[in-house]
Every structure is written in C-alpha cells, then in structure tokens.
C-alpha cells in the first residue's frame, strides 16, 4: 500500500509565499515522476507542475516563473514552492506520483491541501 501525504497548505495573503509537500510512503521501488495538480473552486483539476525522474520539469503556464517544483529523492518527497501567490491560485492542491511497487505501476493522489490566497 502506497501513500502520498500533503502538508503545507493553509492561508497566504496576496504576493506572499508557500511551500506545499508530499511525502510517498509505502513499498515503493522507484518513482516515475511526482506532480501537482489544483482544483479551484467551480473549475475541473488542472496540472500546476510536474517533475521527471530524470529531473525535467513542466509548469502550467499560469504558474511558470512563480512556482517551483522540487524532489528529494531519498525521501521520496515532493515539494512545490509557491511565489509571488495571487487569489486566483486559491485552490485544493493534489500531489501525484506515477510509481512502481514490487509488483505493479501505480498512479497515486495525496489528500489534498487547500491553499487560499486572500486578504
């Protein structure tokens, strides 16, 4: 059995920062790539960012030069660093991670962390 844990979420104002994690537990040989994915609220679920194993990385275009995506692979941990945060960023943030266990590929989801930018 494999988890993805989020944290990090919570509320910023406008301009400010965050860093939301996931961290994938469980019995895990090897990650494909991890990502992130949002939901605001009304609006369908939309890739934010995505990492490689081989370290390339994909940004929607409406994040591309605020955000940042990271792994720690030792950990098995995700990170996306969030900059320059407008209200329109407000959303529930789902981590991902297309991963192999002992015996099959798995496409697995966090929880979700809510992020609301506001005054």
């Known amino acids: 059995q494999v988890q993805l844990v989020e944290s990090g979420g919570g509320l910023v ?3 400010g920062s965050l860093r939301l994690s996931c961290a994938a537990s469980g019995s895990i ?17 939309e ?5 490689t194993g081989g370290g390339s990385t994909n940004y929607a275009d409406s994040v591309k030069g605020r955000f940042s995506i990271s792994v720690a692979n030792a950990k098995n ?13 407000t959303a529930v943030y789902y981590c991902n991670a297309n991963l192999w266990t002992p015996d099959r590929n798995l496409e697995v989801w966090g929880q979700g962390a809510l992020v609301t930018v506001s005054s």
């Open 13 to 15: 104002q406008p301009g």
């Open 77 to 89: 941990t995700v990170y996306l660093q969030m900059n320059s945060l407008k209200p329109e960023d």
């Open 47 to 51: 890739l934010v960012a995505t990492i």
């Open 29 to 45: 040989i090897s990650i494909n790539a991890m990502g992130w994915y949002r939901q605001a609220p009304g609006k369908q679920r």
